[in-house]
Structures are given as C-alpha cells and as structure tokens.
C-alpha cells in the first residue's frame, strides 16, 4: 500500500510516536554505503521478548516467532549475548553489570519503508493495520525543531593513563601469543537534563553525522540511539555480505587535508594488517554457514569517507547453506570480530579482564528479520555492528569507544583514537571535545 509522506515527516512523526508507544526506526540517512536505501518504521509491535537472563537458544526463540507468525521483527543484540554463547558461564564478566536486555526483538506485522533513491514510501506486510497506521502519521507528520544541547559533563571507566596500561597489558599478550589484535573500548555516561530529549540527541546526531545503518528504537523503558557506519551481515537471496571497519583518520580541514589523510591511512601497514586479520577471521566466521569454496573476499581495505571520519573497510562474500537461519548466523558470526579481534574466544577473555564494565548494546548488533511471505519486502537479515550507539535510560546515557590493539599500536594515539570516535557522539549531546 502506497502511503503519501515524505521521508522526514515519517521521521518526525514516527519519534513523536515514540514517546508514548514502542517504535523502531532504522534510517539509512539517503547514505548509500553497502546498498543501505530505506528509512524503515515499525510502529507498537504485536509482540515484543525480551531476555536479561541468560538462557539456551535466545536466537532460536526470535527466529522461531518470525518463522511461525510471519511477522517481521527489528532487534537489537548485546555484546553480552555474544559472550555467553562463546565464554564459559562460570566465567563471568565484569562486576559492574548493565541493565541491558542481552535480545530485544520487537515483532511487527506491518512496517512503514520509504526508498531514499525511488522516493516512494510504502506500508509493507500484512494490510489489516494499515489504516491506523496512516491515521497515526499523517497527523504526526509535522516539522520537528532541533534545539542545541545544553553543555554536559562526560565521564569515563577508563583514565588516559589506566587505558594506556590497559593496552600495555594487551601488548604483553601478543607477545605470548593469546591474541594477535584486541579491540579494547572505554566506556562514557553522561547524565541529561530533565528536560532533555533523546529524540533531539538522535535528530542532531543524523543531521550532523549521517550513517548508513542509524537506528533509534524506543524499548519502553530504554532508548536506543545509534550511527553506525558498519554492516554485521547482510543475507537475501541465499548470499552472505560482511563488511568490517578497522582504520580510521580524522576528516581534515580543507580538501588538500583530506587527501593526506586518507593517503595516510590507505599507506598504514598496520591500518592494513589491523584490516586484513579481521578479514581471516570473518573468512572462517563465514566458512561455518557457508557452501564450501563459496567464501570470498570482495573487496579489501578499501577506502570510505564519512562527514568527519575516513575508514577502510572489507567486504567478504559467500553462499549460504541450505537449512541455515537467523540463529545459525549470530552463533557464528556474533559478536564481530571486529569488536572483539583475533582469535576470538582468547581475546574476549582478554577484553573480559580488562575492561572494568560490561558492554551492554554497545559493540552489540541491531537489525532487521523479514520472513518469507511478508507483502512488500523480500526475505532478509540485516544487521549492523552497534558502535557509535548510545542508550538512554531515566537520563542516563551510556556508550562504548575503542580501537583494535596491535603489537606496534601507540598507546597514546591509541586512546586519542577512541576520543575522535567519541567525537560526534559527545557533540550531540552537548558534550565539549
């Protein structure tokens, strides 16, 4: 069914909804990095589970219910969800805990999707909700004023001089062989004004820093507000697509800047070989779904350029196996080794002691399912990595920075590194940097 709004309007109108309703939103921003296209909508969902306690097959649970009621589901996934299927349970992480649901999956029976390149906006699924939702809409359609944040005070887990021990500490196992590259991430609380909207936060954040894969999904008692520019997976049509980030520079002042730094990055043997071993490692996380031979790597470090980063990014390629599904996917792929470094499971172990709190969303996943049959869109898994995502919680805002640690990594630029990651989020929220 056609629907005759604007991509902004729908915009507006789905977060005005989203004070008092659970809504989802996964944006593309018009960027059209790795295909992304669409702004998608899911406005208070048939269902909703949600899991904060540990237990078999959470994957399997979601996937179940998507298969079963032919509903599309939008979910957002911890990094500690990733931990439990791969550490030992008796192992446990750090002692300050979040909050977090370790899955949320929000099931939806119809969806509002507005085609940046077409123009075309449609409502997607099942036809018996259509009507409401179009009533809900248009009469929340109207323009939204985004206000400058007030000034707010950042906090973090981690010191300069405690991270750059804790990388230190790091390097030392490389040296005796546990891990090869260790993505390790400080953590940043901020805590809002009263009067503060998250919707703002978001607003200003796309605006300013528009990314391929930004979300804001209103959970009921949390909020999600994300920027990511990294593709987890993306499967349609029998095919996998991976595309893992790992190198990044400063975006310069003037043109002749730009172009030194990205010479500066795409000439960084170590940018390149911080790239390639997450490559190796996404190559085997892929081998376990996959037809045998059918894995391969697309493109190689290639150069992306974001409004005040560049990055290099991979992409690796491979057919899916008959019979695979959603939960077979995040248990092999999940959490990205991009996020966690190689090899994996020895190196989580190491993020595990070293980081003083749990991860939470951040360095998670939050995506799409769409099953078979669903009038509109075509069959789909489609999840991003949850950097440069924050959640909101009675005020509080939470988010993860950090950076793969390699044997002749700096610390010092290290840590200035995760800074400038930090950077457009703690703008957004009226942090100074």
Not at 95 to 109: G, M, N, R, V
Request: proline share 5%.
């Amino acid at each position: 069914m056609l629907l005759n709004i604007a991509a902004d309007d729908l915009l507006f109108a789905a977060l005005r909804l989203s004070r008092e309703r659970r809504v989802a939103v996964l944006d593309s921003c018009g960027i059209k990095n790795l295909g992304s296209r669409s702004l998608i909508v899911g406005i208070e969902p048939a269902d909703v589970l949600e899991f904060f306690e540990d237990e078999d097959d959470i994957p399997e649970k979601i996937a179940e219910k998507v298969r079963s009621e032919g509903l599309a589901a939008i979910v957002t996934l911890s990094y500690d969800l990733g931990r439990s299927m791969i550490l030992p349970r008796n192992v446990h992480a750090s002692a300050s805990q979040t909050t977090e649901p370790l899955a949320y999956a929000a099931f939806f029976e119809s969806l509002v999707v507005h085609d940046y390149i077409s123009g075309i906006t449609r409502i997607c699924g099942r036809t018996s909700s259509a009507e409401q939702i179009t009533d809900l809409l248009i009469n929340d359609s109207s323009k939204w004023p985004v206000p400058d944040p007030s000034p707010e005070i950042a906090t973090s887990n981690f010191s300069q001089e405690t991270y750059v021990d804790a990388i230190l500490e790091i390097q030392e196992e490389i040296r005796n062989g546990n891990t090869y590259q260790t993505n390790l991430t400080q953590r940043f609380s901020v805590q809002l004004p009263d009067d503060s909207d998250p919707r703002d936060i978001f607003l200003r954040l796309r605006r300013d820093h528009p990314a391929p894969f930004a979300a804001f999904i209103a959970r009921g008692n949390s909020n999600v507000i994300s920027a990511s520019p990294e593709r987890l997976v993306k499967i349609a049509d029998h095919k996998i697509s991976a595309s893992p980030i790992k190198g990044t520079r400063p975006r310069g002042k003037n043109l002749e800047d730009d172009l030194r730094l990205q010479n500066e990055l795409l000439t960084s043997l170590k940018d390149r070989a911080e790239n390639t071993m997450i490559v190796d490692l996404l190559r085997n996380d892929l081998g376990r779904i996959c037809e045998f031979g059918s894995v391969t790597v697309e493109k190689l470090c290639d150069l992306e350029t974001h409004p005040t980063l560049f990055h290099l990014v991979s992409t690796i390629n491979g057919k899916i196996r008959e019979g695979i599904g959603f939960a077979d996917v995040v248990r092999a792929v999940f959490p990205c080794g991009s996020i966690t470094g190689a090899p994996k499971r020895s190196t989580m172990q190491i993020i595990d002691r070293l980081e003083p709190d749990s991860r939470g969303l951040s360095m998670g996943s939050i995506g799409i399912i769409v099953p078979e049959g669903f009038d509109g869109l075509s069959p789909m898994i489609d999840l991003s990595v949850a950097i440069r995502t924050m959640v909101e919680q009675n005020g509080n805002v939470t988010f993860n920075v950090g950076g793969g640690i390699v044997i002749d990594s700096i610390p010092e630029l290290e840590y200035d590194e995760s800074l400038l990651k930090a950077k457009a989020l703690l703008s957004a929220l009226g942090v100074e940097t």
